[in-house]
């Protein structure tokens, strides 16, 4: 796959978004009642935001959002102007979580088709990432795809197997399975996981 930005701008500009749902994902917006609207939450990889937008109107205060496209960033912007334009990071992402100033800072990390999206070979550095993002405690949770997993791809697939071995220490798997609020397209193509990180 060729520069990360490039690619996934050169998709936005070309209107090739067949993964976004033109709305919030079911799972993650039922996820995230579970924490305060002042806990820090992440959502790497996502897109136009339209998980982000929702949690921002229902009170969050506290939500950051990243995207390779820099279009995505205007996008959001335009639909959401009273977000903070600072809480919108384009570009790497790995670059940009191995800044020790972000580390430790996150209570939430909310995953959807960004796993999915980046090369198998760069799995590792995944969760090495959110490993470094998360505050001790923090929780990484959200959706994975399990059809197989080939070379084409994005989006690659995975398995159960696959993300049991991924979110092991210093992660504890607490949950992965069937995910009752698929939306009908992934309906048992993806699992709802959540992994906390244990304190060091």
């Avoid at 009170?59 to 977000?83: C, H, I, M, N």
């Avoid at 929780?139 to 994005?154: A, N, V």
């Avoid at 398995?159 to 009752?180: H, I, T």
């Amino acid at each position: 796959m060729p520069d990360h930005a490039e690619y996934w701008e050169a998709r936005y500009q070309e209107a090739q978004t067949g993964w976004d749902l033109n709305g919030p994902t079911p799972a993650l917006q039922a996820a995230a009642e579970a924490f305060p609207k002042d806990a820090r939450i992440l959502i790497p990889g996502c897109g136009l935001g339209w998980d982000g937008e929702a949690l921002h109107r229902r009170g969050y205060t506290e939500v950051y959002l990243s995207d390779w496209a820099p279009s995505t960033k205007t996008q959001f912007l335009e639909r959401v102007p009273d977000f903070s334009p600072d809480r919108f990071i384009t570009g790497d992402f790995f670059s940009w979580a191995a800044d020790e100033a972000v580390h430790g800072q996150f209570d939430c990390i909310l995953e959807c088709t960004f796993y999915c999206a980046i090369p198998p070979v760069m799995r590792a550095n995944y969760a090495r990432a959110m490993e470094r993002l998360l505050r001790p405690g923090g929780q990484l949770l959200g959706l994975l795809f399990t059809f197989p997993l080939t070379e084409e791809g994005p989006p690659f697939g995975g398995s159960v197997e696959e993300y049991q071995a991924r979110f092991s220490a210093p992660f504890q798997l607490d949950q992965l399975g069937p995910n009752p609020l698929s939306i009908a397209s992934r309906a048992e193509k993806e699992v709802f996981f959540c992994a906390t990180l244990q304190p060091s």
